[in-house]
């Protein structure tokens, strides 16, 4: 089975650009998990869904991030503007349950602002 | 929120070593989970634990849930080079409202 996927792999970009990050689910999940991992701060959660709806954004930075998911397959993660301190690697996850199922992870997305 | 002290931090070692790594908390937790993440790839899951005392092997890996359920241990046995990479433990309390907690991760490195 394909496992979760990101796109893009690596993004650099300018500051004050908008940025979209990608993830399609593995299929038959009804969790989706966005992370992001520095050497600081190690693996932060950011926003999860159950079902498509937004559960719990208390992670997410700064109003500058939003994220959506239109339906089962698909999840966009976006920053704008973006700024410097937003560099990271930001990665996906997706599992059947919230709290006894392990989290599966994509490749992440390595994002750089200049 | 709920802490996991993963330690130790970094281990260098020789091939053919053992390793051993542990994750400790303050808290009681349902399930224990151990992740490995290669540079430039995501976490993958080596190994899940779901029962206090329960001892798992996948291959030369081995992982136990505490009988406390307050922690878990990793061991590899005679490691070879494709161990190298960043090991994390994570743990969830069912019903608890943080969701996965992640260790900060042990990074392995392997001496020729």
């Known amino acids: 089975d394909a496992g979760v996927i990101q796109s893009p792999r690596h993004e650099v970009t300018e500051m004050g650009q908008e940025v979209t990050l990608r993830c399609k689910p593995i299929s038959g999940h009804d969790y989706l998990f966005w992370y992001r991992q520095t050497m600081m701060r190690g693996l932060e959660l950011l926003i999860y869904?159950?079902?498509?709806?937004?559960?719990?954004d208390s992670g997410m930075p700064e109003d500058r991030f939003s994220a959506k998911m239109p339906n089962a397959s698909f999840s966009t993660l976006k920053i704008q503007p973006s700024e410097p301190r937003d560099s990271a690697v930001y990665f996906c996850?997706?599992?059947?349950?919230?709290?006894?199922?392990?989290?599966?992870f994509g490749d992440g997305t390595r994002l750089s602002i200049l | 929120g709920q802490q996991l002290n993963q330690s130790p931090q970094s281990m260098f070692i020789q091939e053919g070593e053992d390793v051993s790594m542990n994750c400790t908390s303050s808290?009681?937790?349902?399930?224990w989970l151990w992740y490995k993440q290669d540079p430039g790839e995501g976490p993958v899951l080596l190994i899940a634990?779901?029962?206090?005392?329960e001892l798992t092997s996948n291959g030369r890996l081995t992982a136990q849930f505490g009988i406390t359920r307050k922690d878990s241990f990793l061991n590899i046995s005679a490691s070879i080079p494709s161990d190298v990479g960043i090991y994390f433990c994570?743990?969830?309390?069912?019903?608890?409202?943080?969701?996965?907690?992640f260790g900060k991760g042990t990074h392995l490195i392997i001496q020729p």
């Open positions: 634990l779901y029962k206090a005392g």
């Open positions: 996850a997706s599992s059947r349950s919230y709290s006894n199922q392990p989290q599966h």
């Open positions: 808290s009681i937790f349902n399930t």
């Open positions: 869904f159950n079902n498509n709806v937004p559960i719990d």
């Open positions: 994570a743990a969830f309390y069912e019903g608890g409202a943080d969701g996965l907690t």
